[in-house]
């Protein structure tokens, strides 16, 4: 940790990023005095061919001028790249803070060495940094694709269907669970597309084309505010480019699958 470095500092639930944010500057560079010697900083990976830390600080150190970003507007700006790094970043700091203390028997908890574990010393439970999968459904019915949007979406946004794996489950029964309980219609013929780490806070996304094999749609008004069937040439406003449900419903336009 002695040598110069990028640092991925998180204050107050946000991103230090530089002034300057070409895209080879997003983080902050430098010797890990520059940023206050932070106790726990963890190994994020390599980027630029420097090393990559992250910590959480308190507050920004008096040295270094830099910008606060919320993770997700750092999420609409940046490369493929930088939002890896983003993103395991915040994710291996809310396992750190969030494993401070055995979850079996409330003993402060320590760092195994070599892996991303925190083990307790007293039982021998041993806890990783924790990934939640959930899938997403775009279902298809001719030159129609079906799309909803949720009470928490931005006005006008519609996407693609989802929601988290339960325990047992496997992906597929996610998938035929989910459009089931969240517009009432069966579904047939499941193709992966891709899947992309979502860290807000934990969340891998698996998406997946449908065809629609029956049923009227039927929303549940807990979780859906409006589902239709959109023509692919005249669909509503669409998620944000960067998220893979952008992806999966252009995929869907351009090859007709
Ligand atoms: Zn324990």
């Not at 204050?11 to 902050?28: A, C, I, M």
């Not at 988290?164 to 579904?187: K, N, P, S």
């Not at 069937?229 to 944000?240: G, I, K, S, V, Y």
Request: aromatic share 10%; proline share 7%; hydrophobic share 40%.
């Amino acid at each position: 940790m002695s040598e110069l470095s990028y640092w991925l500092l998180r204050v107050d639930n946000q991103l230090v990023t530089s002034l300057d944010k070409t895209d080879r500057n997003v983080f902050p560079c430098g010797f890990v005095s520059d940023f206050g010697n932070p106790e726990k900083a963890l190994f994020v990976g390599t980027w630029q061919g420097l090393p990559c830390y992250a910590a959480e600080l308190d507050s920004l150190p008096e040295k270094i001028s830099g910008e606060m970003m919320p993770v997700r507007s750092l999420f609409s700006l940046a490369g493929a790249e930088v939002i890896y790094l983003a993103g395991r970043a915040i994710q291996l700091l809310d396992w750190q803070k969030n494993h401070q203390y055995c979850g079996r028997c409330s003993t402060p908890t320590e760092v195994k060495i070599g892996e991303l574990c925190k083990l307790c010393p007293a039982c021998g439970l041993a806890c990783y940094p924790r990934i939640s999968p959930a899938v997403m459904v775009l279902i298809s019915r001719g030159n129609e694709l079906l799309l909803a949007r949720g009470p928490h979406f931005k006005p006008g946004v519609f996407s693609a269907l989802a929601g988290f794996v339960e325990a047992g489950e496997t992906l597929e029964q996610c998938a035929h669970r989910e459009v089931q309980e969240e517009v009432g219609i069966e579904i047939s013929n499941l193709r992966y597309f891709g899947s992309q780490s979502w860290p807000f806070p934990n969340s891998l996304m698996v998406a997946f084309f449908a065809d629609y094999a029956g049923g009227e749609i039927n929303p549940d008004p807990k979780e859906i505010e409006a589902a239709n069937w959109f023509l692919r040439n005249a669909l509503p406003m669409l998620p944000e480019t960067v998220s893979i449900a952008r992806q999966l419903i252009e995929a869907a336009c351009r090859s007709k699958v």
